[in-house]
């Protein structure tokens, strides 16, 4: 991709000729490489270099009109531009879109590292190693059915027609395994684990076989639970994933839309224990894909959403920001509707209790490890769950893997029923968080029964 200041010189001059004065561009360009494998040969390889252009064009009404692109250069740029210009007789005209007013604010300083790309080969050999590795670990692991190794590097760039200009690169690499046993007179069990890193090299392959291993033979010898109310622990990735499949808690537009649990007036009212932490903090160390603006060009920083268990802040964009008298978070997506998403969620111990919990002595209670079709059993509008997990029942530090059960709830009730947060995190690709125990939650067992 070309340096952002000669996308910028090619839209002054293409702007200049089409009698546009006011317009902004955001840009990105991802080179990514993926493999995956079956039983020790490659079964697919995937190369693509994807280029995604924005351009925004306000006319004399201010009224604004948006195009995409996949061109930056001079012939690209001056036909998006007159398209856009075009559209914006289309525009709205009511809650318009403008510059943030920190598009030229300086952003933060952070360590964009930039991995060296290995070739295709190298990712095949590792990822055959990898599932060599999970096959012979187990006698009842017969395939890796669901596995990938690839690496991106993704270039980004925002400018506007009052002088901001902004530009970053960072790269990164992944693996996922996913195993799937066989054994007699047993059902099927699968488990995973996933790991990401700025580069090949640094990609922790070992400890994602280990964890896989792990897990996938903790889950061999499972039993039927019965149903009814218990003391669940939520494992980091899995509050992780509650959490976002209810980030409308939290996000300006759904609730500008009324697509929210919260309304404007939640400001400020207790939502969870006061144990309970949250931030959105883009800018944090161990986020690989950390970005130091949205694609509005406002700087991105650490967001208090929950503090003490009361909601502190919201996510916004430059539109939801002016609407609601706050200030932009940087968490805005330009496109034909700007909308508003999180970054990474950081989610810690706030106010603690007077009683302490542990796995180690604690008896009965339900250890969910992941959580599986949260794309049809959240209802985020009504504020409902009912989802399947694997997971464990933990007894004095013994665990036993659950056959298949659901856990189902309130998610308002859920973050009121907190007890306790435990005082270690744990880093995952989605965010950071501690293990969560969570009092009272519905669990539907199945009969007893090897099945």
Same mark, same amino acid.
């Given at each position: 991709?070309?340096?952002? +200041?000669?996308?910028?010189?090619?839209?002054?001059?293409?702007?200049?000729?089409?009698?546009?004065?006011?317009?902004?561009?955001?840009?990105?360009?991802?080179?990514?490489?993926?493999?995956?494998?079956? %039983?020790?040969?490659?079964?697919?390889? %995937?190369?693509?270099? /994807? &280029?995604?252009?924005?351009? /925004?064009?306000?006319?004399?009404?201010?009224?604004?009109?948006?195009?995409? !692109?996949?061109?930056?250069?001079?012939?690209?740029?001056?036909?998006?531009?007159? $398209?856009?210009?075009?559209?914006?007789?289309?525009?709205?005209? +009511?809650?318009?879109?403008?510059? &943030?007013?920190?598009?030229?604010?300086?952003?933060?300083?952070?360590?964009?590292?930039?991995?060296?790309?290995?070739?295709?080969?190298?990712?095949?050999?590792?990822?055959?190693?990898?599932?060599? @590795?999970?096959?012979?670990?187990?006698?009842?692991?017969?395939?890796?059915?669901?596995?990938?190794?690839? %690496?991106? =590097?993704?270039?980004?760039?925002?400018?506007?027609?009052?002088?901001?200009?902004? %530009? =970053?690169?960072?790269?990164?690499?992944?693996?996922?395994?996913?195993?799937?046993?066989?054994?007699?007179?047993k059902k099927p069990?699968?488990?995973?684990?996933?790991?990401?890193?700025?580069?090949?090299?640094k990609l922790d392959?070992?400890?994602?076989?280990?964890?896989?291993?792990?897990?996938?033979?903790?889950?061999? *010898?499972?039993?039927?639970?019965? $149903?009814?109310?218990?003391?669940?622990? #939520?494992?980091? /990735?899995? #509050?992780?994933?509650?959490?976002?499949?209810?980030?409308?808690?939290?996000?300006?537009?759904?609730?500008?839309?009324?697509? @929210?649990? &919260?309304?404007?007036?939640?400001?400020?009212?207790?939502?969870?224990?006061?144990?309970?932490?949250?931030?959105?903090?883009?800018?944090?160390?161990?986020?690989?894909?950390?970005?130091?603006? *949205?694609?509005?060009?406002?700087?991105?920083?650490?967001? =208090?959403?929950?503090?003490?268990?009361?909601?502190?802040? #919201?996510?916004?964009?430059?539109?939801?920001?002016?609407?609601?008298?706050?200030?932009?978070?940087?968490?805005?997506?330009?496109?034909?509707?700007?909308?508003?998403s999180p970054h990474?969620?950081?989610?810690?111990?706030?106010? $603690?209790?007077?009683?302490?919990? &542990?796995?180690?002595?604690?008896?009965?209670?339900?250890?969910?490890?992941?959580?599986?079709?949260?794309?049809?059993?959240?209802?985020?509008?009504?504020?409902?769950?009912?989802?399947?997990?694997?997971?464990?029942?933990?007894?004095?530090?013994? /665990?036993?893997?659950?056959?298949?059960? !659901?856990?189902?709830?309130?998610?308002?009730?859920?973050?009121?029923?907190?007890?306790?947060?435990?005082?270690?995190?744990?880093? !995952?690709?989605?965010?950071?968080?501690?293990?969560?125990?969570?009092?009272?939650?519905?669990?539907?067992?199945?009969?007893?029964?090897?099945?």
């Amino acid at each position: 991709m070309p340096k952002v +200041e000669e996308i910028a010189n090619y839209a002054r001059s293409s702007a200049e000729s089409l009698g546009i004065s006011k317009y902004d561009i955001y840009g990105s360009s991802v080179d990514e490489t993926d493999v995956d494998v079956l %039983q020790g040969e490659p079964k697919q390889v %995937q190369a693509s270099n /994807r &280029s995604s252009v924005i351009v /925004r064009v306000w006319n004399d009404n201010n009224q604004v009109g948006v195009t995409s !692109t996949t061109d930056v250069d001079p012939v690209g740029l001056e036909l998006a531009l007159k $398209t856009a210009k075009e559209a914006s007789e289309f525009g709205v005209k +009511e809650n318009v879109p403008d510059f &943030s007013p920190e598009a030229i604010a300086p952003t933060a300083e952070v360590n964009s590292e930039i991995g060296e790309q290995a070739p295709v080969s190298t990712l095949i050999e590792k990822l055959l190693d990898a599932e060599k @590795s999970l096959l012979s670990a187990h006698p009842a692991i017969v395939g890796v059915p669901y596995n990938g190794l690839g %690496q991106q =590097e993704v270039d980004r760039f925002y400018l506007n027609s009052d002088g901001a200009k902004r %530009q =970053e690169s960072r790269s990164y690499a992944s693996v996922y395994l996913y195993t799937k046993t066989e054994q007699e007179g047993k059902k099927p069990r699968s488990a995973g684990a996933f790991r990401v890193s700025p580069s090949l090299e640094k990609l922790d392959i070992d400890g994602c076989i280990g964890e896989a291993i792990e897990k996938t033979v903790s889950h061999l *010898d499972y039993k039927a639970i019965p $149903t009814g109310k218990y003391l669940v622990v #939520f494992a980091p /990735r899995a #509050f992780l994933s509650i959490i976002g499949a209810f980030s409308n808690l939290f996000n300006a537009q759904n609730i500008l839309d009324k697509q @929210s649990l &919260s309304t404007p007036e939640s400001l400020g009212t207790q939502i969870a224990a006061s144990s309970l932490n949250l931030c959105d903090d883009a800018l944090h160390p161990a986020n690989v894909s950390a970005e130091t603006f *949205d694609s509005e060009g406002t700087p991105t920083r650490r967001v =208090e959403l929950i503090k003490n268990g009361v909601l502190a802040n #919201f996510l916004h964009s430059t539109i939801t920001a002016k609407r609601m008298n706050a200030s932009p978070t940087g968490n805005g997506n330009i496109g034909a509707k700007v909308t508003v998403s999180p970054h990474y969620y950081h989610i810690f111990a706030g106010e $603690t209790g007077e009683r302490n919990y &542990s796995l180690d002595t604690a008896e009965n209670v339900i250890l969910v490890d992941s959580l599986h079709a949260l794309h049809a059993g959240v209802n985020s509008l009504q504020g409902s769950f009912s989802l399947p997990f694997d997971g464990w029942l933990v007894n004095k530090g013994e /665990r036993i893997s659950v056959d298949s059960a !659901t856990v189902a709830g309130d998610i308002l009730t859920l973050l009121k029923s907190i007890v306790y947060i435990e005082p270690e995190e744990e880093i !995952t690709p989605s965010g950071i968080s501690p293990r969560v125990w969570v009092e009272g939650l519905s669990i539907t067992g199945e009969s007893a029964g090897e099945g």
